[in-house]
C-alpha cells in the first residue's frame, strides 16, 4: 500500500487531492453533527 501511496505523492493529482480533502473535512464535521442530529 505504501509503494502506490508514494507514487502518487509526487504526481500531479495526489497535491491537488490533499488540498480540497483538508477543506472538506473542516467543513464536514461542523455540519457533520449538526445534519445528523437534525436527521
Not at 1 to 17: E, F, L
Request: avoid cysteine; proline fraction near 26%.
Amino acid at each position: 500500500m505504501p509503494a502506490p501511496v508514494s507514487a502518487t505523492a509526487p504526481t500531479a493529482p495526489s497535491a491537488p487531492t490533499p488540498e480540497p480533502d483538508e477543506e472538506k473535512e473542516q467543513s464536514i464535521p461542523l455540519p457533520f453533527p449538526q445534519r445528523a442530529v437534525k436527521s
